[in-house]
Antibody, heavy 119, light 107 residues
Framework: QVQLQESGPGLVKPSQTLSLTCSVSGGSISSGDYYWSWIRQPAGKTLEWIGRVSGTGITNYNPSLKSRVTMSADTSKNQFSLTLTSVTAADTAIYYC???????????WGQGSLVSVSS | SYEVTQPVSVSVALGQTATITCGANSIESKNVHWYQQKPGQAPVLVIYRDNKRPSGTPERFSGSNSGSTATLTISRVQAGDEATYFCQVWDASTGRPFGGGTKLTVL
């Protein structure tokens, strides 16, 4: 069973850059069968798909966040990462990493990492 | 933006059938996935591609998608099914949006 674990700072100042890493165990991110996604959820609200990256570095981003998002994959560490620039309080949320099973949805999720944007 | 609509809440008596809807423009032509989220936990995929069950999802869970509405049906509802359910429209051009979530209460 694939397991995912998010890591990164829990507090980011406004206008700065949010950076998170997702470590994957029990499977290789190089597998051509999957992409690897980031999804966020503000407290008490719905989920928002941020984007995804393949093991070869191919990316797709949510058009609403595209200008501020970068994702990358490090196959040597079996990790993938998210950077979100110019953050504001509206970016405060639990950030989840998840396996993206092509047309079959997000079938494995990390436990989530709370990131707060505050000075 | 592409809007995905779910009822805020649904209540059902123990052992009865719960129906949760998900509406969006031309949804019948897109793949829809359903997730269950319990408080303090990450979402769990319960239905993918409209009506497919991942291993581990009980047969009591079923899905359909036609006529501008996708539907999650839970038969013989149990107390453990109480959770918030989110649909997701699998369309990258619109940002793969999720519905607002439906809180299922078991009476």
């Amino acid at each position: 069973q694939v397991q995912l674990q998010e890591s990164g700072p829990g507090l980011v100042k406004p206008s700065q850059t949010l950076s998170l890493t997702c470590s994957v165990s029990g499977g290789s991110i190089s597998s051509g069968d999957y992409y690897w996604s980031w999804i966020r959820q503000p407290a008490g609200k719905t989920l928002e798909w941020i984007g995804r990256v393949s093991g070869t570095g191919i990316t797709n981003y949510n058009p609403s966040l595209k200008s501020r998002v970068t994702m990358s994959a490090d196959t040597s560490k079996n990790q993938f990462s998210l950077t979100l620039t110019s953050v504001t309080a509206a970016d405060t949320a639990i950030y989840y990493c998840a396996r993206d099973s092509a047309v079959a949805g997000h079938d494995n999720w990390g436990q989530g990492s709370l990131v707060s944007v505050s000075s | 933006s592409y809007e995905v609509t779910q009822p805020v809440s649904v209540s059902v008596a123990l052992g009865q059938t719960a129906t949760i809807t998900c509406g969006a423009n031309s949804i019948e032509s897109k793949n829809v996935h359903w997730y269950q989220q319990k408080p303090g936990q990450a979402p769990v995929l319960v239905i993918y591609r409209d009506n497919k069950r991942p291993s581990g999802t009980p047969e009591r869970f079923s899905g359909s998608n036609s006529g501008s509405t996708a539907t999650l049906t839970i038969s013989r509802v149990q107390a453990g099914d109480e959770a918030t359910y989110f649909c997701q429209v699998w369309d990258a051009s619109t940002g793969r949006p999720f519905g607002g979530g439906t809180k299922l209460t078991v009476l």
